[in-house]
Each structure stands twice: as structure tokens, then as C-alpha cells.
């Protein structure tokens, strides 16, 4: 499964983005979907994880109000819509897809990532 990132981008404190992750494969459609995000030099972060149906998602601790996970699998997509933008959001933000069963919190526990997307949150 090859997936795509886009929407990143430059946004002031307070405001919002809404990235996209595309697939590859309809299989992902079945599957668990999750966003991470990384500063250089700091471990891989936990934002946000939705079941393959959508009707489960689980939000990290510093995103939690601010960012919805959804997906569209139709279009095999799923995003994140990011509100209420602080400075400390700003990182590379992943996609990744999980095989096994269940929601997963951790990078290991996801199977197939894409190049990520740059958000820098500045005024």
C-alpha cells in the first residue's frame, strides 16, 4: 500500500489546516488508519487513529478538541482536520496504515507510511 500526504502547508496561531492521505489499494479501506507527526531530532508522535469503518477513533493527549481524524473509504482517504493551530503543532505529519486487527497508539504498530507533509504553524 503506497500512501500520499498532502495539504501541509503555513498556517497562523489559531488557524486551520485539513490534510489528506491518499491510497494506493482499496485494502486500506479495510484497515486502521492512524496520523503521526515528528520534530527533527524527537521520536515519531501518536495524533490521532480511526477503524476502518470510521466509527472508532482515538486522539493523542495534545490534539485532543482540536483535530478530527475521518475517511472517506469511497476515495480512499482519510484526513485530519487541524483547529484552534498552535505553534507547537508544527512538525512532519504521517499517515500510516495498520494490517492487524484493533486501533493502534504506536509506531510499530503500523505496517505501511507515507513521505509525510510539512505543517509549520507561525505568525
Known amino acids: 500500500v503506497q500512501l500520499v500526504e498532502s495539504g501541509g502547508g503555513l498556517a497562523e496561531p489559531g488557524g486551520s489546516l485539513r490534510l489528506s492521505c491518499a491510497a494506493s489499494?482499496?485494502?486500506?479501506?479495510?484497515?486502521?488508519m492512524g496520523w503521526f507527526r515528528q520534530v527533527s531530532g524527537n521520536e515519531r508522535e501518536f495524533v490521532a487513529t480511526?477503524?476502518?469503518?470510521?466509527?472508532?477513533?482515538v486522539y493523542g493527549n495534545s490534539v485532543k478538541g482540536r483535530f478530527t481524524i475521518s475517511r472517506d473509504n469511497a476515495k480512499n482517504t482519510m484526513y485530519l482536520q487541524m483547529n484552534s493551530l498552535k505553534p507547537g503543532d508544527t512538525a512532519i505529519y504521517y499517515c500510516?496504515?495498520?494490517?492487524?486487527?484493533?486501533?493502534?497508539?504506536?509506531?510499530?504498530?503500523?505496517?505501511?507510511w507515507g513521505q509525510g507533509t510539512r505543517v509549520i504553524v507561525s505568525s
Open positions: 480511526i477503524n476502518w469503518d470510521g466509527s472508532s477513533t
Open positions: 500510516a496504515v495498520r494490517k492487524g486487527a484493533g486501533l493502534g497508539f504506536s509506531v510499530r504498530g503500523y505496517d505501511y
Open positions: 489499494e482499496r485494502t486500506a479501506s479495510t484497515l486502521t
